[in-house]
């Protein structure tokens, strides 16, 4: 794994990186990769694939989050918004649009 100055260089810095810490809470709950595989609802191939590395689909990564109690990890990936783009929308409509008139002759 190459890391330069504390970032991950390569996409399969990520995914090896994730696939561990998957790996590692899974251990840390008494679980084989079978018994994950069945809790989250996904193939056997997929636990395996994720731990080591070789990529995976955001499905099996959020219902194995889910299986393993670290949902906390989802929402760092997509944190709720601070402003909600339908409220600055509901806003400018609530003012009318004002035209800027300019003095003739300027």
Do not use: N
Not at 22 to 29: A, D, E, G, I, V
Not at 90 to 96: D, E, F, I, M, V
Request: charged fraction near 25%.
């Amino acid at each position: 794994m190459t890391i330069t100055h504390g970032h991950f260089s390569t996409t399969d810095d990520w995914e090896a990186t994730i696939g561990e810490q998957f790996r590692t809470l899974r251990l840390s709950r008494h679980l084989d990769q079978a018994q994950l595989a069945e809790l989250a609802g996904v193939s056997l191939g997929a636990v395996k694939g994720l731990e080591q590395g070789r990529g995976s689909t955001l499905k099996t990564i959020v219902r194995l989050a889910r299986a393993l109690e670290r949902e906390d990890w989802l929402r760092g990936l997509a944190p709720r918004p601070a402003v909600s783009p339908v409220d600055v929308l509901r806003s400018s409509r609530a003012q009318p649009r004002r035209r800027v008139y300019r003095p003739r002759g300027s």
